[in-house]
């Protein structure tokens, strides 16, 4: 089925260890994103990725990297997981105007 | 800056009343605007969305949301709530000059009661 691809579904890290989230969609959209969700805080946007080769930080982007690799896949990594970083953490993308698409999502913890 | 309020953090309806989310933005050109349901564990899923045109927008499920740029608020409702409607729901707004960010609301969640 076409739609976004996140990898793991679920994950725990033990403080100060380093781990990559996997994004991939199959729809040809141009533009990727990362959230995560937090109870009482809605979505927030970590980075983006508005084409290939491009990356632009959103409004939480401390502690986090991201690589767009190729069109379609968008990796977020955490290179020292912190307990404030448990979350669960969402990729979706987008064509243009259209409606964005959204993966499964990541259950992340930190311990 | 663009923003979402969304007010009440928790909506609790019986089955077959009205069922209405509160949603007002701040964005300082016409914006586009989304709903979007979330089951638990799963992820998120659009309800409707608003960009141009009608501003009564009919979504899935029989959900409705309406512009209404004079009070900015895109509030969602449903005539008559089931069961299976009890699940979190998002709005958002994104600009349509810089439609690469998504911003979203803090989320309504919604109980039905028997």
């Known amino acids: 089925n076409a739609g976004v691809t996140q990898t793991p579904k679920f994950q725990v890290l033990k403080t100060g260890q380093s781990m990559t989230l996997q994004c991939a969609q199959d729809?040809?959209?141009?533009?990727m994103y990362w959230y995560r969700q937090d109870p009482g805080m809605g979505l927030r946007l970590i980075y983006y990725s508005a084409s290939e080769g491009t990356t632009d930080k959103g409004e939480v982007p401390n502690g986090y990297n991201v690589s767009r690799l190729n069109k379609r896949e968008f990796s977020l990594r955490l290179e020292s997981a912190a307990p404030s970083q448990t979350s669960v953490y969402f990729c979706?993308?987008?064509?243009?105007?259209?409606?964005?698409?959204f993966g499964s999502g990541t259950r992340l913890t930190v311990v | 800056a663009q923003s979402v309020t969304q007010l009440g953090s928790h909506v609790s309806v019986s089955e077959g009343a009205l069922v209405l989310l509160r949603c007002n933005y701040s964005?300082?050109?016409?914006?586009?605007l989304f709903w979007y349901v979330q089951y638990p564990n799963q992820g998120l899923q659009l309800l409707l969305k608003?960009?141009?045109?009608?501003?009564l927008v009919k979504g899935i499920n029989g959900f409705e949301a309406e512009f209404k740029k004079s009070e900015t608020s895109f509030h969602l409702t449903k005539p008559s709530a089931h069961m299976s409607d009890a699940a979190e729901y998002f709005c958002a707004v994104s600009d349509p000059g810089n439609t690469d960010k998504l911003i979203f609301g803090t989320g309504t969640r919604l109980q039905v009661f028997p």
């Open positions: 979706a993308s987008r064509l243009g105007t259209r409606s964005y698409t």
């Open positions: 964005s300082s050109v016409p914006p586009y």
């Open positions: 608003y960009t141009t045109g009608a501003t």
């Open positions: 729809m040809n959209h141009n533009s």
